[in-house]
């Protein structure tokens, strides 16, 4: 396993324009993430699914973010009407969500991240 | 509301120097507790993680860090800092009950470690 995969790893845009991201987790990864990190802070929760489920978004994710893991393996991004507030880091995470007590869930393995720029 | 606290936003060690990176936390009960490290252009890497147990843990790279229940802390050290040490570290806590929690980690705003040769 190569680990978390993410694509791409930097995109320039111009304000109004969409962007997509993608995430390919860990395989046998039922639980995957979305974290928007900007400069000098750290990781901030967006979102995340279980299998193809989304079960939680975050406050910070406006309407013009919409997040999908359709099969339960990859998830994509998207950021509709990019404005330049959206630039930041966007990271990817799994973990495996099955054992007794729950605390592997918390063990995330992050991905490189992809970097928006939007202008 | 939960919260992460690095009070150090840059440290300059010199190489084979001890490391003391400071965390507090601000929570309801005793969270999960984890430390990552990021270097440029890299994702975030797991260095150690304290969910029970001995308060002292150890992790990858020779790191340690330990769990102070009545500081409400989880400092992170090394004995002899190598060049290649020279990153970004976060803390980084989750709530223990589990359920909607799992994996909503919050973290720190992140310290910048320097190395020095």
């Known amino acids: 396993d190569t680990g978390v995969s993410q694509n791409p790893r930097h995109k320039i845009t111009k304000r109004g324009q969409n962007v997509t991201f993608r995430c390919d987790p860990i395989?046998?990864?039922?639980?995957l993430y979305w974290y928007r990190q900007t400069l000098g802070q750290g990781p901030e929760f967006l979102t995340y699914f279980q299998n193809e489920a989304q079960l939680e978004k975050s406050r910070l994710l406006s309407d013009r973010f919409s997040a999908e893991r359709p099969k339960g393996s990859f998830s994509t991004l998207e950021i509709q009407r990019t404005e330049q507030g959206d630039s930041a880091m966007y990271l990817c995470?799994?973990?495996?969500?099955?054992?007794?007590?729950?605390?592997?869930?918390?063990?995330?393995?992050f991905g490189a991240g992809s970097r928006l720029t939007v202008l | 509301a939960q919260s992460v606290t690095q009070p150090d936003i840059h440290i300059t060690v010199s190489e084979g120097a001890s490391l003391e990176l400071r965390c507090n936390y601000s929570?309801?009960?005793?969270?999960?507790l984890f430390w990552y490290v990021q270097s440029p252009g890299q994702g975030l890497q797991l260095l150690l993680k304290y969910f029970s147990g001995d308060t002292l843990v150890q992790g990858i790279k020779g790191f340690e860090a330990e769990f102070k229940r009545s500081q409400s802390s989880f400092n992170l050290r090394k004995p002899s800092v190598h060049w290649s040490d020279a990153a970004e570290y976060f803390c980084a806590v989750v709530r223990r009950a589990g359920g909607t929690s799992y994996g909503k980690l919050t973290f720190g705003q992140g310290t910048i470690l320097t190395v020095h040769p």
């Open positions: 929570y309801g009960a005793t969270p999960y």
């Open positions: 395989s046998e990864h039922n639980r």
């Open positions: 995470a799994s973990s495996l969500g099955r054992q007794a007590k729950g605390s592997g869930a918390n063990v995330l393995t």
